[in-house]
């Protein structure tokens, strides 16, 4: 579960397509909000002390992490929170790296994967958990 998202990242490598942004040749620092107003980070919203509890008494790893990657994930964390506040939004958001499944660690030639239905329940417990916090919110 991504906790924190910067406003300037450099990403470590390409996106899957093979691309750096801003149609770079090589890895760039930038901004990802378009001239580059902002605070430095934004922080997810989601409930995550709860999220992380309820999948530890379901035995689904879970990891908190202060560093979402440099790239697309800091970008849809950050985004997330930036269009929210721009927009006056109620709500939650953030963003949470999923495992492979078995068949797309085979097509990623990945050694590392989760059983399919421990993926499911995990979501679905973010998803619980995300309604009971929203509503205790009203």
């Known amino acids: 579960?991504?906790?924190?998202?910067?406003?300037?990242i450099k990403p470590l490598f390409p996106d899957n397509n093979g691309k750096w942004p801003n149609n770079?040749?090589?890895?760039?620092?930038?901004?990802?909000?378009?001239?580059g107003k902002g605070p430095k980070f934004r922080r997810t919203t989601l409930p995550i002390n709860k999220i992380?509890?309820?999948?530890?008494?379901?035995?689904?790893?879970?990891?908190?992490?202060?560093?979402?990657?440099?790239?697309?994930?800091?970008?849809?964390?950050?985004?997330?929170?930036h269009f929210m506040k721009q927009?006056?939004?109620?709500?939650?958001?953030?963003?949470?790296h999923l495992p492979h499944s078995p068949?797309?660690?085979?097509?990623?030639?990945?050694?590392?994967?989760?059983?399919?239905?421990?993926?499911k329940k995990g979501v679905e417990i973010v998803i619980k958990e995300s309604v009971h916090f929203l509503k205790r919110m009203k």
Do not use: W
């Open 87 to 96: 927009e006056g939004l109620k709500g939650i958001s953030g963003h949470i």
């Open 103 to 119: 068949l797309a660690a085979k097509y990623a030639k990945s050694k590392k994967f989760m059983d399919l239905n421990k993926i």
């Open 24 to 35: 770079a040749k090589h890895s760039i620092v930038y901004d990802v909000i378009e001239g």
């Open 1 to 8: 579960i991504e906790t924190i998202a910067r406003k300037k």
């Open 52 to 81: 992380k509890l309820k999948m530890k008494e379901a035995n689904i790893p879970v990891a908190i992490s202060k560093k979402a990657g440099g790239h697309m994930c800091e970008q849809i964390l950050y985004l997330g929170q």
